[in-house]
């Protein structure tokens, strides 16, 4: 049966996705950048001193293999994704 | 003919191709497996790649597909040939075609890790078809965003009682996005508050016709009452062709239309292109929602806006100007894209919605289940269309629409007010998303070669100027079947690519070959008809009477056309090459998928 769940997941779908869909990529920019500052020798920036890098690295190692991910699909690692078109 | 009959026959037609069809071709030749894990859950990077509800993924694909194609197709197919034919094709089209492609594009991405058409292409058929690609995008592009300045402006011209509306628009999306990005408003609130004022502004729209005539009258003073150009249109004058004029009213409103989508294009997405589209989508399923419901309630309670009242069929060439011909073969399947089939579906199920599938038996309800609800969506065009049949064809639209939201008891000025706006809204939305899309089409395509398209101002400025040219041509009709071609081909492009595959794995092909093959041969033909009657019902006409800015842009068109027939061409060769190879020695099946963890 067609209960109301679906009908609200839809709904949501047609209108309010989109946004969070969007407040996630930001969260994501500003959280690459960090990720560059702190750790970003991984993907071959020279950054802050070792010692700083290992301080935060608890905090950052959960997200270090999907923002790995992330910066192996850019042309460049400082460019938005939007010139990388992954429409086409 | 009335719309309850229509609406029946739509809802019938889609039980039938879903369960009969559809259904059998996921089980048996995709065999869509639920324990497969797919691209969204092995790259999940929380965005792009995020295993999503299969509710939520279906609201959010139909919301990405549904936009002014299916009822402008509607509108000019029934015009030209009545609406027999465009419904017969509607309803065949999305049966045996459109479903398909939809649901293969986004099959073949999520077996071949998201990947989009133009990578899958450039692996499994040759690296030059990616660029081959580009190219047609960008045209693709272009040729829609002539087809839709030049729509709007004219109906923005001559209804100035929806001018109110849409500047409201444009100032509740630019709200909207403040309040939610900046202020950290509640998104119920802020839509509230947003879409009410917007929908106030357009019901009030008829109170204010007066002074925005007044505006009108006033810039036509500027000349002394004589047009900016002079061209000939062959749409005019009940087909026979006439002289038309392009008077300073309609250029400020094409002008006015070109900043705000210059504004959409280079503004960071949230601050006006996310936000307006979200405003207007909320006006424009108001006027869909009421206008659906009151074309299936209206035969009974008010017989006289459910009746069909243009012919059902009007001949199989209709003559379109002095020289210009319009075979229903191969024009129609042309002129009707999104509700029967389209490549922008495909292009973005790729890259949109296949990375975010989280289960391989959700492909079959959002990929089939959007483009069967985009069917409805066109039906319900052409059934206003058929009830309206007073004016100029998007005239016509309004007023049937109007009349079926009538039956709510809203008197039918306002719902017609209602139904102006929801169709300029729908088109002027989509307008600025592309031109965001052409500017970064044109960055990817020439930025690295000629590094000055990297400024987005240029890229912008360049879409801009090239679809006003298109624009003071005039001939929105052929535009529109121009782009129309383009969409059908990139649709039979997408197929061509899923028969490539499926031969690729050794699976049985024919359910997406043969649409291909139907879809190839049809669009390559309507666009040499196109260029035919651009070239001899546009062109000549127009450099016969020196008129500079028209010929330059028809010329245009004529170039487009070649280009596109080109491309298709070379991308024919280079996949039937590519299919031969598989045919023969299908790739080796892959390793086992891998299982979901």
Same mark, same amino acid.
């Given at each position: 049966?067609?209960?109301?769940?679906?009908?609200?997941?839809?709904?949501?779908?047609?209108?309010?996705?989109?946004?969070?869909?969007?407040a996630l990529d930001m969260r994501r920019e500003l959280e690459g950048i960090f990720m560059v500052l702190t750790v970003g020798d991984m993907v071959g920036v020279p950054v802050l001193p070792p010692v700083y890098a290992l301080r935060l690295l608890p905090y950052l190692v959960l997200e270090v293999a999907q923002w790995k991910r992330e910066m192996a699909r850019r042309k460049e690692f400082w460019e938005k994704k939007e010139y990388d078109f992954q429409g086409v | 003919m009335n719309s309850l009959f229509a609406v029946i026959l739509g809802i019938v037609t889609v039980y039938l191709a879903y369960t009969r069809y559809a259904r059998r071709i996921d089980r048996s030749v995709i065999q869509s497996d639920p324990r497969r894990a797919t691209p969204a859950t092995l790259y999940m990077d929380g965005v792009d790649f995020m295993p999503t509800n299969r509710n939520i993924l279906f609201g959010y694909h139909f919301k990405s597909i549904a936009a002014a194609g299916p009822i402008v197709g509607a509108i000019v197919a029934a015009t030209l040939w009545g609406w027999l034919?465009?419904?017969?094709?509607?309803?065949?089209? $999305?049966?045996?075609?459109?479903?398909?492609?939809?649901?293969?594009?986004?099959?073949?991405?999520?077996?071949?890790?998201?990947?989009s058409l133009s990578a899958v292409a450039h692996r499994l058929i040759s690296p030059r078809t990616r660029t081959v690609l580009f190219l047609f995008i960008f045209f693709y592009l272009l040729l829609i965003a002539g087809a839709f300045v030049g729509i709007m402006a004219s109906v923005l011209e001559s209804q100035p009682r929806t001018h109110l509306g849409m500047i409201l628009l444009v100032a509740m999306g630019l709200l909207l996005g403040q309040m939610l990005y900046r202020w950290r408003s509640g998104l119920l609130a802020a839509t509230i508050l947003t879409v009410g004022i917007t929908l106030l502004a357009i019901l009030i729209g008829p109170l204010t016709?007066?002074?925005f005539k007044g505006l009108n009258e006033m810039l036509n003073g500027i000349t002394g009452g004589a047009p900016i150009v002079t061209y000939f249109d062959p749409t005019l004058a009940s087909f026979k062709g006439a002289e038309a004029k392009i008077m300073p009213s309609l250029l400020f409103w094409a002008l006015a239309i070109c900043v705000f989508c210059y504004a959409g294009s280079v503004l960071p997405i949230w601050r006006m292109a996310q936000p307006v589209v979200y405003v207007g989508f909320w006006v424009t399923a108001l006027a869909m929602i009421l206008g659906l419901a009151g074309a299936a309630l209206g035969t009974f309670v008010k017989p006289e806006v459910a009746q069909f009242r243009i012919p059902a069929f009007k001949g199989w060439n209709p003559q379109l100007g002095p020289a210009g011909v319009m075979p229903l073969w191969p024009m129609l399947f042309v002129t009707i894209a999104c509700g029967a089939i389209s490549g922008w579906h495909a292009l973005f199920g790729t890259v949109g919605t296949a990375r975010q599938i989280e289960n391989e038996a959700d492909m079959l309800p959002v990929g089939a289940?959007?483009?069967?609800?985009?069917?409805?969506?066109?039906?319900?065009?052409?059934?206003?269309v058929s009830v309206g049949a007073k004016g100029s064809p998007v005239a016509a639209f309004a007023n049937g629409l109007g009349g079926f939201i009538s039956v709510w008891g809203i008197p039918l000025d306002y719902a017609s007010s209602l139904a102006f706006a929801?169709?300029? $809204?729908?088109?002027?939305?989509?307008?600025?998303?592309?031109?965001?899309?052409?500017?970064?089409?044109?960055?990817?395509?020439?930025g690295e070669v000629v590094p000055v398209f990297r400024n987005?101002? $240029?890229?912008?400025?360049?879409? $801009?100027?090239?679809?006003?040219?298109?624009?003071?041509?005039?001939?929105?009709?052929?535009?529109?079947?121009?782009?129309?071609?383009?969409?059908?081909?990139?649709?039979?492009?997408?197929l061509l690519l899923v028969t490539i595959w499926l031969a690729s794995v050794g699976k049985a092909w024919l359910y997406a070959g043969l649409p291909m093959i139907f879809m190839y041969v049809t669009t390559v033909g309507s666009v040499v008809v196109t260029a035919y009657n651009l070239y001899?019902?546009?062109?000549?006409?127009n450099v016969a009477a020196g008129r500079l800015l028209p010929a330059a842009g028809s010329g245009l068109m004529v170039l487009v056309s070649v280009l596109l027939v080109m491309a298709a061409l070379l991308i024919g060769l280079d996949g039937w090459r590519a299919f031969l190879k598989y045919l023969g020695r299908p790739a080796p099946a892959p390793g086992p998928a891998p299982a979901r963890g």
């Open positions: 049966m067609l209960g109301l769940k679906p009908i609200q997941q839809f709904w949501y779908g047609l209108t309010g996705y989109e946004f969070t869909r969007h | 034919p465009a419904l017969i094709w509607l309803v065949v089209g $999305v049966s045996f075609m459109g479903w398909a492609s939809d649901y293969s594009a986004i099959v073949l991405s999520v077996r071949n890790e998201g990947n016709e007066g002074t289940g959007s483009m069967f609800a985009e069917f409805l969506l066109g039906l319900l065009a052409l059934l206003a929801a169709f300029i $809204v729908i088109v002027l939305v989509v307008t600025q998303l592309i031109f965001r899309v052409m500017r970064v089409t044109l960055t990817e395509w020439l987005q101002h $240029v890229a912008s400025f360049i879409s $801009v100027a090239l679809a006003i040219l298109l624009v003071l041509t005039g001939t929105w009709i052929y535009l529109w079947q121009l782009f129309g071609a383009a969409n059908q081909l990139m649709a039979a492009l997408s001899f019902n546009v062109y000549r006409p």
